[in-house]
Protein backbone atom coordinates (compact mmCIF):
# COMPACT_ATOMS: atom_id res chain seq x y z
CA UNK A 1 0.00 0.00 0.00
CA UNK A 2 1.49 3.30 -1.00
CA UNK A 3 2.11 5.23 2.04
CA UNK A 4 3.86 9.16 2.83
CA UNK A 5 4.86 10.87 5.74
CA UNK A 6 5.45 14.04 5.87
CA UNK A 7 7.79 15.35 8.90
CA UNK A 8 10.42 18.10 9.92
CA UNK A 9 7.57 20.86 10.42
CA UNK A 10 7.88 23.27 13.27
CA UNK A 11 8.29 27.32 14.60
CA UNK A 12 11.24 29.75 12.55
CA UNK A 13 11.39 33.23 12.79
CA UNK A 14 11.11 35.14 9.52
CA UNK A 15 13.66 34.89 6.97
CA UNK A 16 14.25 31.42 9.02
CA UNK A 17 14.53 27.77 7.21
CA UNK A 18 12.91 24.76 7.22
CA UNK A 19 13.53 21.36 5.57
CA UNK A 20 10.46 19.15 5.61
CA UNK A 21 10.53 15.59 3.89
CA UNK A 22 8.07 13.36 2.65
CA UNK A 23 9.18 9.27 3.30
CA UNK A 24 7.69 7.51 0.39
CA UNK A 25 6.66 3.31 1.08
CA UNK A 26 4.99 0.85 -1.29
CA UNK A 27 5.83 2.39 -4.04
CA UNK A 28 6.09 -0.17 -6.95
CA UNK A 29 6.91 0.48 -10.89
CA UNK A 30 8.16 3.81 -12.02
CA UNK A 31 8.46 6.55 -10.29
CA UNK A 32 5.47 8.93 -9.46
CA UNK A 33 5.31 12.64 -9.68
CA UNK A 34 5.38 13.81 -6.35
CA UNK A 35 3.91 17.28 -5.25
CA UNK A 36 3.57 19.62 -2.00
CA UNK A 37 1.03 21.39 -1.02
CA UNK A 38 -0.24 23.98 2.04
CA UNK A 39 -3.42 24.97 3.96
CA UNK A 40 -3.71 27.95 5.91
CA UNK A 41 -6.78 28.39 8.15
CA UNK A 42 -9.59 29.19 6.67
CA UNK A 43 -8.30 28.89 3.41
CA UNK A 44 -8.03 26.54 0.25
CA UNK A 45 -5.33 24.00 0.19
CA UNK A 46 -2.82 25.12 -2.73
CA UNK A 47 -0.08 23.59 -4.67
CA UNK A 48 3.42 24.76 -3.62
CA UNK A 49 5.90 22.42 -5.35
CA UNK A 50 6.02 19.13 -7.67
CA UNK A 51 8.87 16.91 -8.90
CA UNK A 52 8.26 15.10 -11.61
CA UNK A 53 9.49 11.08 -12.40
CA UNK A 54 12.33 12.63 -14.44
CA UNK A 55 13.48 15.28 -11.98
CA UNK A 56 11.78 18.22 -13.14
CA UNK A 57 10.61 21.02 -10.79
CA UNK A 58 7.36 23.20 -11.14
CA UNK A 59 6.99 25.77 -8.40
CA UNK A 60 3.74 28.10 -7.49
CA UNK A 61 4.74 31.51 -8.27
CA UNK A 62 4.55 32.54 -4.52
CA UNK A 63 7.69 30.29 -3.31
CA UNK A 64 10.19 30.39 -6.74
CA UNK A 65 13.58 31.47 -5.52
CA UNK A 66 13.03 30.40 -1.84
CA UNK A 67 11.90 27.07 -1.75
CA UNK A 68 13.89 23.65 -3.43
CA UNK A 69 11.82 20.33 -3.68
CA UNK A 70 14.54 17.55 -4.74
CA UNK A 71 14.46 13.38 -4.16
CA UNK A 72 16.77 11.80 -1.89
CA UNK A 73 17.22 7.98 -3.38
CA UNK A 74 18.95 7.11 -0.67
CA UNK A 75 16.10 8.00 1.94
CA UNK A 76 12.96 7.36 -0.43
CA UNK A 77 11.88 11.04 0.41
CA UNK A 78 10.86 13.90 -1.32
CA UNK A 79 12.57 17.09 0.27
CA UNK A 80 11.10 20.75 0.49
CA UNK A 81 13.28 23.21 1.37
CA UNK A 82 12.42 25.97 2.71
CA UNK A 83 14.30 29.27 2.86
CA UNK A 84 13.91 33.20 3.55
CA UNK A 85 10.38 32.46 5.24
CA UNK A 86 7.67 34.28 5.62
CA UNK A 87 4.61 34.55 8.11
CA UNK A 88 2.01 34.10 5.21
CA UNK A 89 3.90 31.00 5.14
CA UNK A 90 2.46 29.77 8.01
CA UNK A 91 0.21 26.30 7.28
CA UNK A 92 -0.06 22.79 7.11
CA UNK A 93 2.20 21.26 4.57
CA UNK A 94 1.43 17.63 2.89
CA UNK A 95 2.74 15.87 0.19
CA UNK A 96 0.87 13.69 -1.75
CA UNK A 97 1.77 11.60 -5.16
CA UNK A 98 -0.04 11.79 -8.56
CA UNK A 99 -2.47 9.96 -9.43
CA UNK A 100 -2.58 8.12 -12.69
CA UNK A 101 -0.90 10.06 -15.70
CA UNK A 102 -2.47 14.04 -14.68
CA UNK A 103 0.22 16.46 -15.46
CA UNK A 104 2.78 17.35 -12.59
CA UNK A 105 1.79 20.45 -11.68
CA UNK A 106 1.02 22.13 -8.07
CA UNK A 107 -1.40 23.87 -9.98
CA UNK A 108 -3.67 20.67 -9.94
CA UNK A 109 -4.30 19.40 -6.12
CA UNK A 110 -6.87 17.72 -7.13
CA UNK A 111 -5.09 15.83 -9.42
CA UNK A 112 -2.70 14.19 -6.57
CA UNK A 113 -3.72 11.55 -3.84
CA UNK A 114 -2.10 9.33 -1.17
CA UNK A 115 -2.39 12.39 1.02
CA UNK A 116 -0.09 12.35 3.96
CA UNK A 117 -1.07 13.41 7.41
CA UNK A 118 0.70 16.74 7.22
CA UNK A 119 3.63 18.68 9.02
CA UNK A 120 2.35 22.19 10.27
CA UNK A 121 4.94 25.09 9.45
CA UNK A 122 4.80 28.43 11.75
CA UNK A 123 6.62 31.44 11.01
CA UNK A 124 6.45 34.26 13.73
CA UNK A 125 8.31 36.61 15.83
Known amino acids: QERLVESGGGWVQPGGALRLSCALS????????IGWFRQAPGKEREGVAT???????YYAEFVRGRFTISRDNARDTVDLQLNRLRPEDTGMYYC???????????????????WGQGTQVTVSN
Open 51 to 57: LASGGSA
Open 26 to 33: GFTGSRRC
Open 96 to 114: AAIIGRASCSPAYPEKFGN
